[in-house]
């Protein structure tokens, strides 16, 4: 069992930058893949980054390509998520998910880009 806590949402203007965090409680923690995710008002949860356990393999969303990147900390048991040049189409929820399927999630946090 894997319990994730994300934190570092907030309000930022156009073209500032944020970083989220992923704590993970649970065993086996440096061994499940990492994922951001994301959910905007009325629009279906999509998939943002990705991390393999090794933090070798990096995934983005063609959208955020360029402008995020996903890190992991295994002695931490924590995963980022830098978001540089944000734009107000980056206003939603982030989740932080776990596991193979991506069998865990977070509470999420709020993001909220102002143009």
């Known amino acids: 069992q894997v319990q994730l806590v994300e934190s570092g949402g907030g309000l930022v203007q156009a073209g500032g930058s944020l970083r989220l965090s992923c704590a993970a409680s649970?065993?086996?923690?440096?061994?499940?893949?990492m994922g951001w995710f994301r959910q905007a008002p009325g629009k279906e949860r999509e998939f943002v980054a990705g991390?393999?356990?090794?933090?070798?393999?990096?995934y983005y969303a063609d959208s955020v390509k360029g402008r995020f990147t996903i890190s992991r900390d295994n002695a931490k048991n924590t995963v980022y998520l830098q978001m540089n040049s944000l734009k107000p189409e980056d206003t939603a929820v982030y989740y932080c998910?776990?596991?193979?399927?991506?069998?865990?999630w977070g509470q999420g946090t709020q993001v909220t880009v102002s143009s």
């Open positions: 998910a776990a596991g193979a399927q991506y069998d865990y």
């Open positions: 649970g065993r086996a923690f440096s061994s499940y893949a």
């Open positions: 991390i393999r356990w090794s933090g070798g393999s990096t």
